[in-house]
């Protein structure tokens, strides 16, 4: 295992710690620690991507490893971008988990062969890796809004029954819960648009058709369309709070079945 991996893993396994203690103890623990861990293996991450891509000479978008290392990467991003706007520090204990194991399947995997992509012209340069990027970032919005969907159900039960422990001060209200799983959702809906034209894009420019009835393509559509189905809803009937949470968590189990789906039963990239 590369030393980087080892600096990310310990890192992130610190932010899990301390995060989890934060939400279950009724004083601040190990903060400024968890915060110096946070910005090493960020930093660590965000270098092994830059070298990755130096090294190969593309954007590090190719395989288990490099996929796995760019969406635990996008997931951090967009847990730190969540809490810039709703100060919701619990949210790390739901979140950092799946970045440390998305972290430990990219350090145990193996890299795919180092070859460049060939490609006929400038634009397929620039579509394929945009397109496998804008999917993986809508993957990180979608487990953001996973998170504040877990968070809501929590505390609403702790409401409804009226027990209020510790993580119930330490969650956000439900407005914000809610607010955080519709915003992450409607950017994760949006940056899966994208990357979904890229994706058609790319194809017509490569192979001269639009829809290649793919793997990763039918398990993108079918995700893009749930998501429709959910914001839609939200939109239309005033769809939100527990079943918006639920839907939420039920669109996350979905979209890791995806990922599952496309690692074994093959990809374009």
Same mark, same amino acid.
């Given at each position: 295992?590369?030393?980087?991996?080892?600096?990310?893993?310990?890192?992130?396994?610190?932010?899990?710690?301390?995060?989890?203690?934060?939400?279950?103890?009724?004083?601040?623990?190990?903060?400024?620690?968890?915060?110096?861990?946070?910005?090493?293996?960020?930093?660590?991450?965000?270098?092994?991507?830059?070298?990755?891509?130096?090294?190969?000479? =593309?954007?590090?978008?190719? &395989?288990?490893?490099? !996929?796995?290392?760019?969406?635990?990467? %996008? $997931?951090?991003? #967009?847990?730190?971008?969540?809490?810039?706007?709703?100060?919701?520090?619990?949210?790390?204990?739901?979140?950092?988990?799946?970045?440390?194991?998305?972290?430990?399947?990219?350090?145990?995997?193996?890299?795919?062969?180092?070859?460049?992509?060939?490609?006929?012209?400038?634009?397929?340069?620039?579509?394929?890796?945009?397109?496998?990027?804008?999917?993986?970032?809508?993957?990180?919005?979608?487990?953001?809004?996973?998170?504040?969907?877990?968070?809501?159900?929590?505390?609403?039960?702790?409401?409804?029954?009226?027990?209020?422990?510790?993580?119930?001060?330490?969650?956000?209200?439900?407005?914000?819960?809610?607010?955080?799983?519709? =915003?992450?959702?409607?950017? &994760?809906?949006?940056? !899966?648009?994208?990357?979904?034209?890229? %994706? $058609?894009?790319? #194809?017509?420019?490569?192979?001269?058709?639009?829809?290649?009835?793919?793997?990763?393509?039918?398990?993108?559509?079918?995700?893009?369309?749930?998501?429709?189905?959910?914001?839609?809803?939200?939109?239309?009937?005033?769809?939100?709070?527990?079943?918006?949470?639920?839907?939420?968590?039920?669109?996350?189990?979905?979209?890791?079945?995806?990922?599952?789906?496309?690692?074994?039963?093959?990809?374009?990239?």
């Amino acid at each position: 295992m590369e030393i980087l991996w080892i600096i990310v893993l310990l890192g992130y396994a610190v932010c899990v710690a301390q995060s989890i203690f934060a939400l279950t103890t009724k004083r601040p623990v190990m903060r400024r620690t968890g915060l110096v861990a946070l910005a090493i293996a960020l930093g660590a991450h965000t270098s092994w991507l830059i070298i990755r891509g130096i090294h190969t000479g =593309r954007c590090p978008l190719v &395989g288990t490893q490099e !996929m796995c290392a760019f969406l635990s990467w %996008g $997931l951090v991003l #967009s847990t730190l971008i969540a809490y810039r706007w709703y100060h919701a520090n619990a949210l790390k204990a739901f979140i950092f988990p799946i970045v440390l194991v998305l972290a430990a399947i990219a350090a145990i995997s193996p890299g795919p062969a180092d070859q460049t992509q060939e490609f006929s012209n400038t634009l397929q340069s620039f579509l394929l890796p945009a397109h496998v990027g804008l999917l993986l970032l809508a993957y990180a919005s979608f487990f953001v809004s996973f998170g504040a969907g877990v968070m809501y159900i929590i505390q609403e039960r702790e409401l409804k029954h009226k027990r209020f422990g510790t993580i119930f001060y330490r969650l956000p209200s439900l407005d914000t819960c809610d607010a955080i799983s519709s =915003r992450s959702m409607a950017i &994760g809906f949006v940056l !899966m648009t994208l990357g979904i034209v890229g %994706g $058609l894009w790319y #194809s017509y420019s490569r192979y001269h058709v639009y829809w290649q009835a793919g793997p990763l393509e039918i398990f993108s559509v079918v995700t893009w369309l749930l998501y429709l189905i959910i914001i839609q809803s939200r939109i239309n009937a005033g769809w939100g709070g527990r079943a918006a949470a639920l839907a939420s968590i039920l669109s996350f189990i979905i979209v890791i079945c995806s990922l599952v789906g496309v690692r074994y039963l093959g990809h374009a990239f």
